[in-house]
């Protein structure tokens, strides 16, 4: 099992440009999140999926959508990066829900925005 | 609101024993759990804590004390891989997680 991966690892972005995360878990878990880690910080919650289907909104969502494609991906799309979303991006999984499982987390995509 | 503190950074001696503390602020708190990650690596689960009492897995406990909003982290026979920082997060009943900053846990031969 490959566990949760990401894609890409590294990009570099022009203010303005788009993008899109990418994130896949071969796990069958219900849920999963896109968390953003700044330098000497914790991490901060995006937006998760309870199911397929179904977003919600985490502690920082400006300037981020999500799509849960299917029950194993969930990707994170910024429509015009700004240098405010300088990071390091990671994708977790976890069989239940938000409050009571383990969560599982990718390798992180670090991403510059010039 | 919700916040969390703990401590930003702690050195001990391999082979002793290290605690890292967790207080939290939260409105309808349900859980607690510890995350510890390497640098440039992903986080990755160590322990969860619902109710409160100790939670012993190997050489690495948590405890946690609902009633003070208090938690820790015990870590025995501290070997130097586990040099990493560790982060408290608290989940509550609307579905609220936060991470706290993290600790630096830096061992000494």
């Known amino acids: 099992n490959a566990g949760v991966t990401q894609t890409p690892k590294f990009q570099v972005l022009k203010t303005g440009q788009s993008m899109t995360l990418q994130c896949a878990q071969d796990m069958n878990h219900n849920s999963m999140y896109w968390y953003r880690q700044d330098p000497g910080m914790g991490l901060r919650l995006i937006y998760y999926?309870?199911?397929?289907?179904?977003?919600d909104k985490g502690e920082v969502p400006n300037g981020y959508n999500v799509s849960r494609l299917n029950k194993r991906e969930f990707s994170l799309r910024l429509e015009s990066a700004a240098p405010s979303q300088t990071s390091v991006y990671f994708c977790a999984s976890s069989e239940g829900g938000i409050r009571t499982d383990t969560q599982y987390f990718g390798p992180g995509t670090r991403l510059t925005v010039l | 609101g919700q916040s969390l503190e703990q401590p930003s950074e702690v050195t001990a001696v391999e082979g002793a024993i290290v605690q890292i503390n967790c207080t939290y602020q939260?409105?309808?708190?349900?859980?607690l759990s510890w995350y510890q990650q390497h640098d440039g690596g992903a986080p990755t689960f160590l322990s969860y804590?619902?109710?409160?009492g100790l939670e012993e897995t190997g050489r690495f406990s948590s405890f946690l004390s609902r009633s003070d909003s208090y938690g820790y982290l015990l870590l025995q026979e501290l070997q130097m891989k586990d040099s990493a920082s560790y982060f408290c997060a608290v989940f509550n009943r609307d579905d609220k997680i936060i991470f706290g900053k993290g600790t630096r846990l830096h061992i000494l031969p």
């Open positions: 939260t409105s309808g708190f349900y859980g």
């Open positions: 999926s309870a199911s397929e289907g179904t977003t």
């Open positions: 804590n619902a109710l409160d």
